[in-house]
């Protein structure tokens, strides 16, 4: 069977790190860039991070960028995201997807939700004191 599982989730203080784990299972992660969504309450979800299929690039939105950061493990067949300096504003569920082939293209083009094939089902990340 064919899925992406998330881990990592949970509760963390402000100024607090957590790291999601996205494992794939009945599939090989080579060859798919690798996005992470997130889905406040109350709110349409959104792009975070991607790494890219076929490079060792990758990016993320704005408003994490600095704090958090992205990595494959080919070996164990994961992509996690190291979340630093957790503010409030982070707590959303989160997800991750795999897209054949998606690079990092520093357009829109690679976090159009379209692109992915895969998703996940969510791992709750709550950011509070």
């Known amino acids: 069977q064919v899925q992406l599982v998330e881990s990592g989730g949970g509760l963390a203080q402000p100024g607090g790190s957590l790291t999601l784990s996205c494992a794939a299972s009945g599939f090989s992660l080579e060859g798919f860039g690798i996005g992470w969504f997130r889905q406040a309450p109350g709110k349409e979800r959104e792009w975070v991070s991607i790494?890219?299929?076929?490079?060792?690039?990758?990016r993320h939105t704005y408003s994490v960028r600095g704090r958090f950061s992205i990595s494959r493990d080919k070996v164990a067949n994961r992509v996690d995201l190291v979340m630093n300096d957790l503010k409030p504003e982070d707590t959303a569920v989160y997800y991750c997807a795999a897209g054949r082939d998606l690079d990092v293209y520093y357009s829109d083009y690679d976090i159009e939700e379209g692109r992915y094939e895969y998703w996940g089902q969510g791992t709750q990340v709550t950011v509070s004191s």
């Open positions: 790494i890219s299929a076929n490079t060792p690039a990758s």
